[in-house]
């Protein structure tokens, strides 16, 4: 069985400082884990994605996320935010070798203030 | 560029009078997924097509139903909607191999029930 869950319903930030999005997983098998970005009225654009390689992974539009088997952590991080960054992101799981059906987090809300 | 398309972008309709959605693809993907999206919410899985196998969530109420003519095309219907269908509706792709299941997404489509 997957889980994930968003430690953050909402986050807030000025332009230019750092940005922080905090996903815990859970999986019976080798994760796949991923980040969309979904902006008001818009699909989901996949932002970056962690298969089994290198456990740091960077992203479009300067956002990177980290695996941490130990802590069963996929935080996403960006080193400054932009206005353009303000939109809906979502933590996804799946299972290699399990379930393909991905698993959504409840979603994460980032604010940035000018 | 190969892609996922959704029509129409905005659709109303009248209460109990049936509408389709629909959504191609020119990713060549084996699996077709319809989400539901309630504002602030995450994307609710409604059914997803593996090939040509059709698989309904138990939850996904009976008002919906979905074809998938061929391996490029995927509809939604909803026989009689009710003003608790009004929401976005994404259609999503992936192919399933490998180590990853990313899943590619649609704009959406914006139901209003009036």
């Known amino acids: 069985a997957q889980s994930v869950t968003q430690l953050d319903s909402h986050v807030s930030v000025s332009e230019g400082t750092p940005v922080l999005l905090r996903c815990n997983y859970s999986s019976s098998y080798s994760p796949s884990l991923f980040w969309y970005v979904q902006h008001p009225n818009k699909g989901l654009q996949l932002l970056l994605k962690y298969t089994s390689a290198a456990t740091l992974v960077k992203g479009i539009n300067g956002f990177e996320a980290e695996f941490k088997k130990s802590e069963t952590s996929f935080h996403l991080t960006k080193p400054s935010a932009h206005m353009s960054d303000a939109a809906e992101y979502f933590c996804?799981?799946?299972?290699?070798?399990?379930?393909?059906?991905?698993?959504f987090g409840r979603g994460t809300s980032l604010i940035v203030h000018p | 560029d190969a892609m996922v398309i959704q029509n129409p972008r905005y659709q109303v309709t009248q209460f109990g009078k049936p509408v389709t959605l629909s959504c191609s693809q020119t990713?060549?993907?084996?699996?077709m997924y319809w989400y539901q999206q309630k504002s602030s919410q995450a994307p609710k899985l409604l059914f997803h097509?593996?090939?040509?196998?059709?698989?309904n969530e138990a939850d996904t109420p009976d008002n919906f139903q979905s074809r998938r003519p061929n391996t490029s095309f995927c509809f939604l219907d909803i026989r009689s909607p009710g003003l608790g269908d009004a929401a976005m509706y994404l259609c999503?792709?992936?192919?399933?191999?490998?180590?990853?299941?990313?899943?590619?997404f649609g704009p959406g489509t914006r139901l209003t029930v009036t």
């Open positions: 097509y593996y090939d040509k196998d059709f698989n």
């Open positions: 996804v799981v799946s299972e290699t070798g399990g379930s393909y059906i991905p698993t």
């Open positions: 999503a792709t992936s192919r399933v191999r490998g180590s990853s299941y990313e899943q590619y």
């Open positions: 990713l060549n993907h084996n699996v």
